[in-house]
Structures are given as structure tokens and as C-alpha cells.
T-cell receptor
Framework: DAGITQSPRYKITETGRQVTLMCHQT?????MFWYRQDLGHGLRLIYY???????DKGEVPDGYVVSRSKTENFPLTLESATRSQTSVYFC???FGGGIDEQFFGPGTRLTVL | AQTVTQSQPEMSVQEAETVTLSCTYD???????LFWYKQPPSRQMILVIR??????QNATENRFSVNFQKAAKSFSLKISDSQLGDAAMYFC???????????????FGKGTKLSVKP
């Protein structure tokens, strides 16, 4: 299906485990983003990517790793999950910046026990 | 750094009435872009309306319109003829121009939860 998808939609893990959240878009958008949403904070940028093999940190990157070997995929890895990383994670993509719409995936609710 | 403030954590409106959600932002840039996103209980983020700072004319999309006051750094959203389906969290967002290292990410406010009463 066309669009932007995330998997899994729900994930429960334990402290210290590695977790990878997947993001896939079918539009060949150059820009991709990872945000986390926490109550009282809105959405905050974790990492972003302007193109394949180009990534950079956002506002809250600590504890996360990203890669982008292909334009359509932008996985987010929590190397050693902590309880503070319990959140809803959104992947987004856009063709460009400026006024271009940023399209969001459905989100992944991650719980770290 | 740019910041976005939504001063109303919750708002309520009667069905068919009009409601205005407030948003202010802080920036030293003269060129930028502003957005309103809607997040219903399904959690999906949906673009409602967008505005380019260099355009003086306020953007409109059907029942949704904005009041953009550049000097006051204000970007409020007006919803006319409110419908039950408008009940959602609404986020105001700011985006810098795509130059100088910025990659065009959105800076969000904390959101306003809108309830619609039948």
C-alpha cells in the first residue's frame, strides 16, 4: 500500500533490551523524521534524515540510533531501552522542506518495563 | 531556538458553533512556515492548514481558517460550524526555511484538546 507505515504498532519490552522500530514510505520522499510524543510535551524530534546515508540529531537523540541505507526505510533503534523511553513514536516524511506537507505514520506505542 | 506555545490545554465548543485555538511562537527568522495538525483518538496526525509567513493573506481550508499576525507572532486556528468529528488534539507547528543546516523539521506546541458537545 502507498503511504508511510510503521511496525510494530505496539511493543512491550524490558529495560536493557534492544528495540528497533521500523518506518517505510513509498513516495520516495527525501526527508524522513522520527518524533516522540509524551503527555505534556507535544512531539519532539529525535533524528532526521535529508537523504539516504545522511542523518542528524534532533532535540532528544540520546539513547537512540538511526540508519538510512535506502530512501524508503528509516529504522530507529533503542540500543538499551530505559523506562524514560516509554512513549509513542511517530515516523514522518516529506518531499522537501518549506511549505511541503509532512506526512506521518500511524505511530508505535512502546512500553519499557 | 524557536518555540511554539499553545496556551489552552483544553477547549470546548458546541456543535455548529465557532471556536478559536491560540498559538504563539518565538523566532528571529523573517521567513518561515506554520502548520496546524489534528490528532484524533486514532492517533493519526493529519494536516489541517498551513501558512507561509511571507503571505499576508490568511489561509483557509473549508471550515478551517487561520488568523496570522506576523508582528505579534500569533497563528490562531478558527473552526467554523464545528462538527463532532472535529474533536481531537490540535497541534500548532513551526518550520524554519530549508537552509543554513536546518532540514525542515517541525517544532510543535504542546497541543490543545478540543471537545465538541452535541
Amino acid at each position: 500500500d502507498a503511504g508511510i507505515t510503521q511496525s510494530p504498532r505496539y511493543k512491550i519490552t524490558e529495560t536493557g533490551r534492544q528495540v528497533t522500530l521500523m518506518c517505510h514510505q513509498t513516495w520516495s520522499h527525501s526527508y524522513m523524521f522520527w518524533y516522540r510524543q509524551d503527555l505534556g510535551h507535544g512531539l519532539r524530534l529525535i533524528y532526521y534524515s535529508a537523504a539516504a546515508d545522511i542523518t542528524d540529531k534532533g532535540e532528544v537523540p540520546d539513547g537512540y540510533v538511526v540508519s538510512r541505507s535506502k530512501t524508503e526505510n528509516f529504522p530507529l533503534t533503542l540500543e538499551s531501552a530505559t523506562r524514560s523511553q516509554t512513549s509513542v513514536y511517530f515516523c514522518a516524511s516529506s518531499f522537501g522542506g518549506g511549505i511541503d506537507e509532512q506526512f506521518f505514520g500511524p505511530g508505535t506505542r512502546l512500553t519499557v518495563l | 531556538a524557536q518555540t511554539v506555545t499553545q496556551s489552552q490545554p483544553e477547549m470546548s465548543v458546541q456543535e455548529a458553533e465557532t471556536v478559536t485555538l491560540s498559538c504563539t511562537y518565538d523566532t528571529s527568522e523573517s521567513d518561515y512556515y506554520l502548520f496546524w495538525y489534528k490528532q484524533p483518538p486514532s492517533r493519526q496526525m493529519i494536516l489541517v492548514i498551513r501558512q507561509e509567513a511571507y503571505k499576508q493573506q490568511n489561509a483557509t481550508e473549508n471550515r478551517f481558517s487561520v488568523n496570522f499576525q506576523k508582528a505579534a507572532k500569533s497563528f490562531s486556528l478558527k473552526i467554523s460550524d464545528s462538527q463532532l468529528g472535529d474533536a481531537a488534539m490540535y497541534f500548532c507547528a513551526y518550520r524554519s526555511p530549508n537552509y543554513g543546516g536546518s532540514q525542515g523539521n517541525l517544532i510543535f506546541g504542546k497541543g490543545t484538546k478540543l471537545s465538541v458537545k452535541p
